[in-house]
């Protein structure tokens, strides 16, 4: 009798076991809210976080044992630059491999203009990765007014509003600029002001790649802010840094304007790359009036003998600014009329082709690579102690300011591999300039809350599953300047969407990222 009635009673306790898709079991949970870690399982069905907790009548088809790790909301890439890359690699792998789960495209200005046809392209291709998109000004400028330099027309400005107003519709998070980028850097602050508010309609984000990063840095912070004042809105300042050995230090003198903007009302935030080097067009290093109009425009205008020589006059100007006697601090990253010229910096281009160590071949060198399509570099000019000092400010998120990568394709900023890893490597366990739960804090649930993420950035019941499980010991960043092309280490799994994306280190294949269309 008591033999049956036991067998009875384990049959009632299977019968009452939960059952789950995935279930994590035994990891240190940090569920991105700063809060300290603890011990415990995560339960995941159709898609969504059902438990957390210390679950002990669970039953789930996967069963992931993290023991020894950290399970966490997956990470949340706030500045990113997906258009055009979606197709080359949509399994997103340098992102998964390094803990990223959504992406927010359309920065510094860049992004496309019809959100709906893009949405409509990301669900159809599926990527392994969530995509959410800001609207950038530059391109609804060039739709409306190609690249001129001038001031927009009444007429031109209702066209770009209503390009703007739509793209918000269509579920965009906000509004970007890239005010050192053509033609953001011909617009004055009235119209950007003007577009922002159509977004702010929708309770988007400013989001804003600033007018300058370097000596006039104070005068973009604070035009960014007034932005942001005029269009009540929130104002997120991507890549938030110093740039220019003369600028070293200035930290101490930026960060303090974006604490008195919050002491004031204005919900301001910033982004940061973990890196002392930048990576953009090497045609930041000509004058803005140069690049007008288009290609055709910019060889003609270098044609002609006295504007090249008024442009290398303004180009030596601004290296003698930086203390510098070389354009070695730029190395080509990708130059696609010459490939083979990738990862050399402009000093060592111009030796291999035989001119002379002065800087006006390497001027020279530089227009050269201009007329023939210009070329994307990446410049090492930042200072670390401005990064770490930067990187203690709470209300600072991690961006990797990257693309999907495709193995072997140029020479690119590692950023794009490894920002994440890094930060939680060599920043956190390594150096440890913040704690493990802060760094994920900033990773998670604060780019949630800036960019109205709708149930993302948690590990909570009822959000969606995207979750992250590393190993705290090894998290590391592999890609270097050297050797870009190497994914991070310390990822054993990432679920996306309840969907197992990695397993054990390796990408499943799987592609069950979403659009995240404002509502």
Not at 239 to 250: A, E, I
Not at 390 to 400: D, E, Q, R, V
């Amino acid at each position: 009798m008591k033999i049956v009635f036991g067998f009875l009673m384990i049959l009632c306790l299977a019968a009452k076991a939960q059952q789950a898709d995935v279930l994590i079991k035994n990891g240190k949970i940090i569920d991105g809210t700063g809060n300290n870690w603890f011990y415990g399982d995560v339960a995941v069905k159709e898609g969504r976080i059902v438990k957390v907790g210390k679950l002990t009548n669970w039953q789930a088809a996967k069963t992931i044992d993290a023991t020894g790790l950290i399970i966490a909301p997956g990470f949340i890439d706030v500045h990113t630059h997906l258009e055009d890359d979606e197709k080359r690699n949509p399994l997103a792998t340098n992102f998964i491999y390094d803990g990223v789960t959504t992406c927010i495209t359309g920065n510094c200005g860049s992004s496309n203009t019809d959100i709906k046809k893009y949405f409509s392209f990301i669900d159809s291709l599926k990527l392994s990765i969530n995509v959410a998109t800001l609207v950038g000004h530059n391109d609804v400028r060039k739709k409306v007014m190609g690249r001129a330099n001038r001031d927009a027309t009444e007429t031109e400005m209702q066209q770009m509003e209503a390009i703007v107003d739509q793209a918000m519709k269509d579920g965009a998070v906000g509004f970007s600029t890239g005010l050192i980028y053509i033609p953001g850097t011909y617009t004055k602050t009235p119209e950007i002001v003007r577009l922002a508010k159509v977004a702010a309609k929708y309770n988007g984000v400013y989001a804003s790649h600033m007018r300058d990063e370097g000596d006039s840095v104070t005068y973009a912070i604070e035009e960014a802010l007034t932005i942001g004042r005029e269009a009540k809105m929130p104002v997120e300042i991507s890549h938030f840094k110093l740039s220019g050995q003369q600028n070293w230090g200035r930290s101490k003198e930026t960060l303090p304007m974006i604490v008195k903007a919050r002491e004031e009302g204005l919900d301001v935030t910033i982004d940061q790359y973990p890196y002392t080097a930048s990576s953009t067009s090497i045609s930041t290093l000509l004058p803005d009036w140069v690049l007008a109009d288009g290609q055709d425009s910019i060889k003609a205008r270098l044609s002609n003998p006295i504007i090249r020589n008024d442009v290398k006059q303004y180009m030596f100007t601004k290296l003698k600014n930086r203390k510098l006697k070389h354009w070695n601090y730029a190395v080509v990253a990708n130059y696609e009329f010459d490939t083979t010229l990738n990862g050399k910096s402009i000093e060592q281009i111009n030796l291999i082709k035989g001119r002379k160590h002065k800087l006006k071949f390497e001027a020279e060198t530089i227009l050269e690579i201009m007329e023939h399509g210009g070329a994307s570099a990446v410049f090492h000019g930042m200072s670390e102690e401005d990064v770490k000092n930067i990187m203690k400010y709470p209300f600072n998120m991690f961006a990797s300011d990257a693309s999907i990568r495709v193995l072997h394709s140029g020479m690119p900023h590692p950023r794009g591999y490894g920002t994440n890893a890094r930060v939680l490597g060599k920043y956190v366990r390594d150096e440890k300039v913040i704690p493990l739960e802060e760094a994920i804090r900033r990773m998670t649930s604060l780019p949630a809350q800036k960019f109205q993420l709708t149930n993302r950035g948690l590990l909570k019941e009822g959000y969606a599953a995207d979750i992250v499980v590393f190993d705290e010991k090894t998290v590391a960043d592999e890609s270097t300047f050297d050797k870009p092309h190497q994914y991070s280490t310390g990822f054993k799994y990432v679920v996306v969407n309840g969907v197992l994306t990695v397993e054990d280190g390796k990408h499943t294949g799987a592609r069950n990222g979403q659009v995240l269309r404002k509502i």
